[in-house]
């Protein structure tokens, strides 16, 4: 099914084409920092009422306050408050530098009049690699957007504070690798007293085989959005939200534009100026 | 074949004189390499293109002749820690390192440069950058490498004060094991590192950077008090000096809480400064004065007419941004969220070595407290067994380059890893230009072998 939406044309967010030439991606890959907060928001048109929206989450975010993080995020991402283009510093020439300057070969002048920003770069290693996936191949010089298998057993979050206890903790420091390479041969420890109380005993897991450390320090990069880090996994409960006018907590949203604040002295002072 | 065999042993002689850039989007920290490698002779290039009110034109270290910093506007070659305009880029480079009046004055035919980029560029970039320093910039040879893979040649074990009487020999060097953490004007990244070499599929970045943290402070502020979204300068001057990561950022923001609903609350002052910006008249810097309640809490001045900011919880707000972005709507984990995220990446066996060589790097990690803050939430994810240590490198915006400088002296390895001119000359347009890329990657991952098998 093509998605059709209509695209600004003016304004700070208008779409501007790639110059030149470039792959269109043709991918299902959502920008994590752009993708709605909340999943459920993007199920909202199927669901018929608003009502049943608030039992799902309890916090959905309309799709005008996701529109209005998504510029914020881009406004605390930019280098001034103008658009690039408007700045425009022309590049002083420096003095005596009339004499004709060397040569310059089709590479570097063609680079050099390239007009793409780090958008069109990043749309056209997003198409690379799905065109590449769709083909099959793997490149070795370029990394796929699979993910290595994940080693590590997840750990469930651990209890709020750790009972520090009976262990030892001059044993915990002589855990502490105290010679630099740490991982020289083992990961061993100095045996303890304490390593016959299973209770107690220290695990350290055996160090991977050569093999494998050798694979993964060959391993190619990974692409630029394949580094991106996910949410946290409890992240629908962390989202905390700030008063908009001091800062504190915001405990009391208003009604009308969803805004927080903290206080009814600072709603009052919210309702003042409330853009709805 | 044989010639193939003749290659590796035979390595091409190298010029005697070494240029490290450690290309930040910030700074430029950019010096030779010495017998013994010192930050000192490190020079901090601003980045940048920028033009005053009244249209005055800077071009990188040009800016530390400029005294008005009001709303200036900058165009920097950068873009999320990846140069992507060129033609801004060779005129900070031309007048960093080729103009007859530059401190880093230098002849590219008789120097080799060692390059940083930013972890998990678009190979685009990277064979515009191959390109542009072969056939624009005429070094004689050249490395380029993912930043934060040079620390691993800076002392570690004194950073966490182990065996000090003793610094590392070069034969010593790479460190084995780290996990680093690079905080700089784009982003934050963790890669870890074995032998030097960074594990690319545990490197995870985070979105939030020095300039996130400054236009954010520079929006409370503008929202708060006023239009402050003009002054770059003086704003990243608050955030250095005024800002500071809570350790507990719950009793912070219920100590600096006014407004009760029902009656007002005495605010713990301790915590409140009034920040005073300069004038660009008298003074060139602003300075932070110990809060007076018994002035109105907004914007007031000085008897001498300078504006004064006061600033409560915006000092531990915004670089809390760093550990909680979902606060502003960023759908990213903390900075310790990215570094288990990474850990989960890596076999079990190496997590002990990770979690106990964890060094923190780049301007932004300088921010006050967040070393300590970092140490003891790494210290709640992970199991006890693990001890966790974090050190912050004195010298953090720097480090990468003295770790560049360090790994310049290994001359037998600079051999192995840097293309000549020469073999550009020949090979380098093949591939659709990406046979230079690809032998750094080859050389890097030969190197890498020999030290894990050795």
Redesign the interface.
Known sequence: MPQIEELPTTGPSAVRPTPGWALVPDSNYID??K?P?NPTASIRGKRSTRFENVAVSGDVLSSRKERE?RQ??E????????D?KE?A????K?AGDDKPSKK??T??RK??L?D???KH??E??VAHLSKQSEQGGSST???GPQ??P???I??PP?PKK?KAGP?NTSH??S??????????TT?AVEPSEFDVNPLLA???????S?D???R?????????N???????SH?AS???H?C??????GDVKCLKCGGRV?????KAEHDSHCSL | MARHGKRHHDYPSLAEKTLIIDNGAYNIKAGFSTENPDVKECQLIPNC???SREKK?Y?GAQLSKCRDFGDM????PL??G?V?N???E??IW??AFL?STAVLKCDPHETNLILTEA???????QV?CD??VF??FEFASYYRC?GPSLNAYND??SLFG??SEQP?KLS?LP???LLLIDSGYSHT?VTPL??G???????????VGG??LT??LK??LS??YYNV??D?IPVTEIKESACYVSDDFKRD?DR??????RQRREIDYSIVIDWVLPDYENTMHGYSLPHDPKLPFKTRTLPMGESVLPMA??RF?IPELLF?P?????????LS??V??S???????????ML??IVLVGGTSKLKGLRERLEAEIR????????V?VALHPEAEKATWLGGARMANNEDLMKRLCVTRQEYLEHGHTLM??WT??QF?ARA?AV??TM??G
């Open positions: 994590p920092s993708a907060l993080i914020r995020l406004h605390l991402n930019s280098e001034n408050r103008y690039r700045v510093i022309a590049i002083p420096k310059q070969t590479g570097v680079i050099l390239s793409k920003a780090f770069h990043l056209d290693e010089s370029y990394a993910i290595a994940s080693y590590a997840p750990q651990p750790r262990v915990i420091k855990a502490a690798p105290d010679t630099v390479p740490p991982t020289t990961n220290t695990s350290i897991p055996p160090l991977p050569q494998e450390l050798l993964l320090i060959t391993a190619p990069p990974l692409s630029y394949a580094a991106r880090a996910a949410p946290a992240y962390l989202r905390r700030f908009d006018v001091c800062g504190y907590w903290c206080s009814l002295v600072h | 293109i920028a033009k034109v071009v506007v900058f165009v920097r873009e999320k990846f992507v060129w033609p801004e060779k005129a031309e007048s103009d972890p998990n560029c678009p190979q685009t970039l515009f390109q542009m056939e624009e993912v570690i074990p182990d065996n590392p010593q460190a084995e094991c990244t074995l032998h070499r960074p594990i690319q599929n545990a490197v995870r970045r985070l979105d300039k996130f236009n954010a929006e409370t929202t708060q979204q003009d770059t923001l600096t809480w006014k407004l009760g609903a919880n915006e707000q909680n979902s606060d502003i709507g960023l759908a990213e984990g903390g969220d990215i288990m995220q850990l989960e990446q890596l076999p079990k066996g190496l997590w002990p070595a106990g060589n709640q994810n992970t199991p006890s067994d693990f001890p240590r230009h990406t890329n690809r990657q991952n890498g072998t894990l098998e």
